[in-house]
Structures are given as C-alpha cells and as structure tokens.
C-alpha cells in the first residue's frame, strides 16, 4: 500500500521561506514521478513542482524561481523548498506519486495523494 505523508507547513510572513517534505512509502521514489500540487480556497487544485525519475524538474511559471524540489532516495522522501513566499502561495499543499518513468505534470496522471498541509502566508 502506497501513503504519503506531508509535513512542514505553516504559517509565514511575506518574504519567509518554508520547507514541505512529504514521505513515501509503498513505492521507491526513484521509480516513479513525485509532484506538488496546492489547493487555495475556492480554487481547483493546481500543479506547483515535480521531479522525475531521472531528476528532471519541472516547475509552474508561478513559482519558479522560488521554489525548489528536491529528493532524498535513501529516506523515500520528496521535499519543496519555498522561498520569497507570497499571500497569494497560501493553500493546501498536496504531494502525489505517479509509476510512471517520465515528467507528469497533470493531476489526472498521479494516482497516490497524501492528505495536505496548509501554507498560509500573510502580507
């Protein structure tokens, strides 16, 4: 059984940084696509990062920049750096693990989420 857990989230000024980690287990992340997605309040969810099996990343225009992600294959664990933080950065972060060997940039292609964590930043 595949979960993933997030951590790390929180509440920040403009301009601060938080670190999201987000722990796999069921399924080694070096074969398969591990994404950051976010939600805000009455919005859809929305795509923000992922790295790929080879460790191409790929990131949203309205982050890069300033986030980051990254992985850590001997502790099954994906995290997103996130510097310069903005107001408008506050939702509900979501990591999710797709087996596929490639980027995935669609929210459609992961089939494992984890629950959420809340960045809030205010202004």
């Known amino acids: 059984q595949v979960q993933l857990v997030e951590s790390g989230g929180g509440a920040v000024q403009a301009g601060g940084s938080l670190r999201l980690s987000c722990a796999v287990s069921g399924r080694i992340i070096s074969r398969s696509a591990v994404g950051w997605f976010r939600q805000a309040p009455g919005k859809e969810r929305e795509f923000v990062a992922t790295?790929?099996?080879?460790?191409?990343?790929v990131y949203s225009e309205s982050v890069k920049g300033r986030f980051t992600i990254s992985r850590d294959i001997a502790k099954n664990t994906v995290y997103l750096q996130m510097n310069t933080l903005k107001p408008e950065d506050t939702a509900v972060y979501y990591c999710?693990?797709?087996?596929?060997?490639?980027?995935?940039?669609?929210?459609?292609?992961?089939?494992?989420w984890g629950r959420g964590t809340q960045v809030t930043v205010s202004s």
């Open positions: 790295v790929d099996w080879t460790e191409i990343t």
């Open positions: 999710a693990a797709a087996p596929i060997l490639g980027v995935v940039t669609a929210s459609t292609q992961y089939d494992y």
